[in-house]
Each structure stands twice: as structure tokens, then as C-alpha cells.
């Protein structure tokens, strides 16, 4: 009898230890999926808006509303920026004006701000090259774009998917400056599978599509309008300028709202799930007359066969082979 009731005991206690580790389970699953969404705004005259509180915003998951848990202004948190260069051989004639607007992009971001932003630069033509990794050094970044010249082919979607990954592990607000013609001739990965990189890495993408040819008749239209879908997808904005003063105009507009932006957080609570892993997501402020940019959702639990929330379902392709660092 005794050794009997050493046996059930030990089941019970078995039976309970499992039902305490599920129950731990689930309390990590919904207290550690902190949900991160960088958004910008601007009032009815189209200025940007930065005196905001976290008691401001509203934030809706699949049309549930959502507590603000954190506000960060842009001052708080580090920055890391991706800045991608098209060196493709149909930018070649403009390579000259785009890397210079692009240095003094830079020496403006680095000289103020948080004393921890990081720079990665990329160039893109038949393959992806990471030219520097994230460095607060401004003098390696000016020194490596004097280096650029143009070659043949376009990998766009790749080096948005390459430079996604290496902003996935960093912290703090993330963005992606991209500069290019508009069009992708070699890339091994979809527009898809760009923009889920993008989002899962909690980046904003900023394309600027220098526009050598201004007449309809001849330009990328195809290549311009998948740019300003990922850029809506992830809360940034396209600019489209010509060489010169609009390019310049254009990475200042970019730098002007990466120094106003919001970083707000929420815990998903009560969040009805699906089978599609993508939450969407709708950023809007107490006032109606102010516009809010940010991303369009994000990828988060699942509803599992059995009808019960599944982990968060976490994507990290196998990198490609064509990135090569210099």
C-alpha cells in the first residue's frame, strides 16, 4: 500500500509540476512579446509633430485596442540605420551626386543625436556588399563611398533582406535608407520576403528613387510603386528627387524624422488570432487632425489547430551567398 501511494503521489506531483510549467508558459508568452512600432506625425500643414504623450496614441491589434506600455522619443533610444547604395550600372552618371548628398547625410545624423547611433553601409549591383558594418565612425563611412563605382545588375530585394537580418538583433529604432533607380534585375528573394524582413527586424524603410528619367514614358513604374508598398508596410516614406538640391532635400526630410520620431510598445492583450501569423496593426492619435505614419502589422502568435494560441511563429531564412563584406 505504501508503495502504492509513493507512486501516485509521485504522478500527482508530476501532473502538477507540468500544469505549473504550461501555466508559467503562457504568462512568458504574453508578458515577453513586447511589440515595438516606431511611428511619425505630422499635423494638418504637414509639419511634423513631437510633444506627444503615450496617452496620445492609440494602437489597435487585428481591431483590439491596445495599451501604450512604453513611449521612447527619438532622443532615448540609439539609432541604427542601414543606408543601401545602388551602384548598379544604370546609376553610374548620378553614383558622384548620390554618394556625396549621401556623406553629408551622414555628418549631420552622427554629429548629433544619441551617442550610440551606427551607420551600416551596403551597395547593391549583381551581388550585395556590406561596405562597413554598424559603425558610429563617420570618417570609414566617407572614406569607403569616395571607393563606389557603377557594374551591371540590380539585387535590390536582397540587399533589403540582408540588411533587415543584421537589424534584427539590434536595439533601439531601426531603419533602412535606400537609394536606387527604382528597379531589381538579380535578386534571388521576392518583395514578399524583403518587406517580412523588414517588418520582423522592427525597421522602417526610407527608399529615395533618384529619378534620371521625370516623364512617365521609360521609368521603372513597376519598381517605384513595390518601393513605396514597403515603405507605407513598415511606417516610412518615399521620396522621389532628381540629382542635386532634391536629393539633398530628400535625405534631410528623412533626417528630420528620424530625430521626431515615437517608439511606442504594448503587450498584446486579448488579441483575436488566426491562422496567419500577421497581426495587423493601425496607429492613430486622440486628436483626429493629426496623421500618423507607421507600420501596417507585424508577425505574431497564431492560432494553433487545436483552437489555442501558438508561439509566435519567427522567421529567419538561411542568409544569402552573394553578401560579401569588404
Known sequence: MFRWQAKAAALIASILTACLLAAQEDVIRVNVNLVNVIAT???PSGSLVGNLEKQDFEIYDNGVRQEVAILHRQTDRALSIALLLDTSGSTAKDLKYETDAAARFLRALLAEGHSEDAVALYTFNYEVTQQRPFTHNYSSLEARLKTLHGEAGTTLYDALYLASQALESRSGR???VVVTDGG???SKTTLKQALEAAQLADAVIYPIVVMPITNDAGRNIGGENALT????GTGGRTFMPTVGVELDRAFTDIL?????????????RNVPLTGNRYHTLEVRTASKELRVSARTGYYGEVESAGGTPASRNSVSPGKKKNLQEK
Do not use: G, H, W
Not at 256 to 268: D, G, K, N, V
Open 229 to 232: 508598398f514597403m515603405a507605407q
Open 174 to 176: 531601426k531603419a533602412i
Open 184 to 186: 531589381d534585375t538579380f
Open 256 to 268: 528630420a524624422e528620424l530625430r521626431t520620431q515615437y517608439l511606442l510598445s504594448f503587450y498584446p
Open 41 to 43: 506625425v505630422r499635423n
